[in-house]
């Protein structure tokens, strides 16, 4: 059994994961009413798949979408499902900026629980049931209000884990620039106002501050 | 056949009540004997505890069908020594990483729906983003500010528990008539259903109602750190009409767009503190695992009463700790 085998043992599948959060069946207080039809107006429905075989003599499933789903096709009995452009480069940008993030939180947290950072973890819990402004001035002695609380000290690994979470954060921001490109219409007005939504809830502090000062 | 599911049924609650009694155990033993002074420090303590609470939380959640993260804030501000900023801290940054981890995976699939997401994102957004500086003015603006979000939650808690009592999950609704909104944004999408060899094309309705739920849906996840998929799952099912597992998929990808806009308010206000996030998103991650794969084999209905009673019992004793905290009751 090699390493690969070990860590998959353990470590969770993002179907897990998945899962853990949001239960597919949500069955615990709510009974799903199963119904094998699909949604009846405006809604073509296909009864049988149609078999189609494009110029390189691979098997269509589906034929061409204009949304969601480009396609769906059957390669050597393999099913593959194509996406369309907003969606994949969306879930794209979700996977790499959240495999960094979490890959920065690990390797900090490593660090941090070593006891290679300045923190003084004893004080932290003495101050944990305080207010978050009151548990930093106490702790590090600084201001919680705006990101410089973390971004100030890059060399010390518990500002590390918070610039990891904040990588997390900008995930979908990222995600919606990155597509914005693609779209056209309404789904741009949409994506556009949603980024502004996003721009204004990162600078809204650093706002506050300058205004407050 | 009857006999053998029963069976099958009965040994792994018996299983699964032995892991969490052994969890438990471990717990109590750590703290009273091995972190006996100078063995390990108290930080180290809680650390341990923190993950084998997470822990215990990622194998009952998918057995329970209610979220990891509403059982981790729900019970966390009724017994941990946290304030109430960093319970909802850690909670935020629990379900953000389970969603994104998940989200790109449903989205390759075709069944999450960056399109349905959107018009309703554009609402619920700002409005996590203004539930988050509530919460946070209220618990530090106050004297007894973390009372009153305790009776909220509480309040916010029940209303769960009442919501997924009357709901009723459909695979793949019927839908009568399309609304203006929706017909003019053209929501509408298409998955490859493996189990029916089958594309399913659905289109939506209700899109008015549905951006006012999420308006309300992105305050309270916003405010209380909650993923709110409890809510986002039977709104895109039961309202907009859009099938249950693009409901469940999109709902990943609207759970990460909220709960990431949220977390700046947490992260601008000191909000999330690494002793805490780190040990809640390995715990509940990896007691997932378990969790999941017990959970393919049965959903052992007594797990369910028992997280349906702790989310309820969290609920009231939230509810008090706030009354008393504000001098009402006695506790």
Redesign the interface.
């Known amino acids: 059994m090699g390493v690969r085998d070990v860590f998959s043992g353990?470590?969770?599948?993002?179907?897990?994961?998945?899962?853990?959060?949001?239960?597919?069946?949500?069955?615990?207080?709510?009974?799903?009413?199963?119904?094998?039809?699909?949604?009846?107006?405006?809604?073509?429905?296909?009864k049988?798949?149609t078999v189609i075989k494009d110029e390189r003599g691979v098997e269509i499933?589906?034929p061409e979408?204009s949304?969601?789903?480009v396609g769906?096709s059957r390669e050597n009995g393999v099913?593959k499902?194509e996406?369309d452009f907003?969606?994949?480069v969306?879930?794209?940008a979700?996977?790499w900026?959240?495999n960094i993030?979490?890959a920065v939180?690990i390797i900090?947290?490593v660090l941090?629980?070593a006891g290679l950072g300045p923190s003084d973890?004893?004080l932290?819990?003495a101050n944990?049931?305080?207010?978050?402004?009151e548990?930093?001035e106490n702790v590090k002695g600084s201001t919680?209000?705006?990101?410089s609380?973390?971004l100030a000290s890059p060399m010390d690994p518990?500002s590390d884990?918070?610039i990891g979470?904040?990588l997390?954060?900008?995930?979908?921001?990222v995600g919606f620039l990155l597509?914005i490109p693609g779209t056209k219409g309404?789904?741009r007005l949409?994506?556009l106002?949603?980024s502004v939504?996003?721009i204004?809830?990162?600078i809204?502090?650093l706002i506050m501050h300058v205004a407050g000062h | 056949m009857a006999t053998e599911i029963t069976t099958t049924k009965f040994r792994t609650s018996v299983i699964l009540i032995m892991i969490v009694s052994l969890v438990l155990a471990a717990a109590a033993v750590l703290w009273e004997t091995v972190g006996s002074e100078q063995t390990l420090p108290l930080w180290a303590r809680w650390v341990i505890l923190l993950f084998l609470f997470a822990f215990v939380i990622g194998v009952i959640g998918p057995l329970s069908g209610v979220g990891g993260g509403v059982i981790f804030v729900g019970l966390g501000m009724a017994i941990l020594p946290f304030h109430v900023d960093f319970i909802r801290g850690a909670g935020l940054v629990a379900a953000l990483t389970t969603a994104l981890s998940s989200a790109p995976h449903f989205a390759e699939r075709g069944l999450a729906n960056l399109r349905i997401a959107a018009p309703l994102v554009v609402v619920s957004t700002i409005f996590s983003v203004i539930g988050g500086i509530v919460g946070l003015w209220v618990s530090s603006a106050f004297p007894n500010g973390a009372s009153y979000v305790k009776i909220s939650l509480g309040i916010v808690l029940l209303i769960l528990l009442s919501a997924l009592a009357f709901s009723k999950n459909v695979e793949y609704p019927q839908i009568k008539k399309r609304d203006k909104l929706a017909e003019k944004l053209g929501i509408k999408g298409a998955w490859y259903e493996p189990t029916l060899n089958k594309v399913i094309e659905y289109q939506a309705t209700n899109l008015p109602i549905a951006m006012l739920a999420f308006a309300g849906v992105g305050f309270v996840a916003g405010m209380f750190g909650l993923g709110a998929g409890w809510a986002n799952v039977p709104i895109l099912n039961l309202v907009i009409g859009v099938p249950l597992k693009v409901s469940v998929a999109t709902s990943m990808i609207i759970l990460a767009i909220n709960d990431s806009a949220s977390l700046w308010v947490y992260l601008a206000n000191g909000a999330v503190l690494p002793l805490i996030v780190v040990p809640v998103v390995l715990g509940i991650g990896i007691g997932s695992r378990i969790g999941s794969r017990i959970a393919v084999r049965t959903k052992p209905k007594i797990i369910k009463y028992i997280v349906i009673g702790l989310i309820g019992l969290s609920a009231i004793v939230n509810v008090l700790q706030g009354l008393a905290g504000i001098g009402v009751l006695r506790w």
């Open positions: 353990i470590l969770p599948s993002i179907d897990e994961l998945a899962e853990v959060m949001e239960p597919e069946t949500k069955e615990a207080l709510a009974p799903i009413t199963t119904s094998l039809d699909a949604p009846e107006i405006d809604v073509p429905k296909r049988e798949t499933v589906a979408q949304f969601d789903i769906v099913i499902v996406i907003v969606n994949r969306f879930a794209k979700l996977r900026l959240c993030g979490l939180i900090s947290a941090y629980f973890l004893n932290e819990v944990w049931n305080k207010p978050a402004v548990f930093w919680a209000n705006g990101y609380w973390f518990e884990v918070v979470i904040t997390l954060a900008l995930a979908p921001l597509a309404t789904l949409l994506l106002i949603i939504e996003f204004y809830a990162i809204r502090p």
